[in-house]
């Protein structure tokens, strides 16, 4: 419950997609509606088109249309009637509306216009661009949101980038603060298996070096990128023997999987998806995660959950979200398209297992600023200055 010094909120998460897939904005409404509710918050998701029925004070408005944006495949709503928004914003109470940014101006935009001035309205900006017509989109949606943008008391950015984007485009300051993340669920039991330990004798030959690859296999993510790096690794050889794992599904599989027979890797698979539930056990039993993104990344969940589940070490694409994500880390940033650097960098850590064990407890420590208690800390100061200064404008 809130603290009695507390007044207990209601929020409103406001997104213009649905709620029925585990991508990065949807995983930040639900781990945070999630961490709200359990501080004794009352909180309601407002989403187009939505099948699932398991979130409580759940209110879907409007329509989907599928649409490709920013090198994701999502979903972006028909207009939302007038009479469903003031119906919802007549029985429910909201203190504040938090709508996820970019927004549509025909569902998050008409809750903002139709919200009572009593209402803080709060935002979160996700992207940033993968393409110059994302960014030329972004600036024109921005122009014609100019005004509505004013009912906004305070904007947070996931990342450094994001920040830099919104004021480009929307022309409004944002407060960094990255995606709340589950840290403790991806944190490795004590008592689980510890990291190969260098013997006087030489590396043990029982246990080849685990190479961990997950997300969506699209050329985004890279895995074109680090299996062109393992190819090159092959060739050049290493003192351990290692396997590397592509987890994950997506249009590239069977190219994938065509380079892979190709090339004779008999110490490469392809598993396909990875259930929410298990992607904890395989990160925490890799010894290399490489999570190798070309760009378009506003922040990085993926890259969070490694740090905190890895017992070896997490390798990412240099990129501009993945920055904020990997601050303190920069060394295990690469550039995916460089092949010869990404297979010697691999090769590296392939053979120093000593080096693997140390970085372990430095990138917990990264990982443990994007905690999900932290980031609500932050989010709930945030809804209680932009409420604040809607009561003093009344």
Known sequence: MPSPHRERLVVGLVIDDNLDRPDGVQQYVLTLGAELTRRGHEVHYIASTTVRTDLPNLHVIGRNVGVTFNGNRLNT?????????????????????????????????ALVSAAPARTAVVGTFHIYPHSWWVTAGTRVLGLVERRRLRRF?????????????????????????????????????P????????????????????????????PRKGPRELLAAAVAMTRAGTQRPWTLTLAGRGPLHDELAATVAREGLTNVD?????????????????????????GGESFGISVVEALAAARGVVLAGDNPGYRTTMAGLERQLLDPADTATFARTLGRWVDDPQGRAEIAQRQRSAAARFDTPRIADEVERGYRAALAAARAAL
């Open 77 to 109: 709503p028909l207009p939302a009637s007038r009479a469903q928004v003031r119906d919802l914003l007549a029985r429910v109470p909201f203190d504040v509306l938090h709508v996820q940014m970019p927004y549509s101006p025909v569902l998050a935009g």
């Open 153 to 189: 008391g305070t904007v947070f950015a996931t990342s450094e980038a994001a920040s830099a984007f919104a004021r480009a485009t929307f022309g409004v300051p944002t407060t960094v603060l990255g995606n709340p993340v589950d840290v403790a669920r991806f944190r490795p039991s």
């Open 270 to 294: 392809l598993p396909g998806f990875v259930a929410e539930e298990d992607k904890a056990a395989l990160l925490a039993d890799a010894d290399v995660v490489a999570l190798p993104s070309t």
């Open 191 to 218: 008592d689980g298996p510890s990291p190969d330990e260098p013997s006087p004798d030489g590396p043990s030959p029982d246990r080849p070096v685990r190479i961990v690859f997950l997300g969506r296999l699209v």
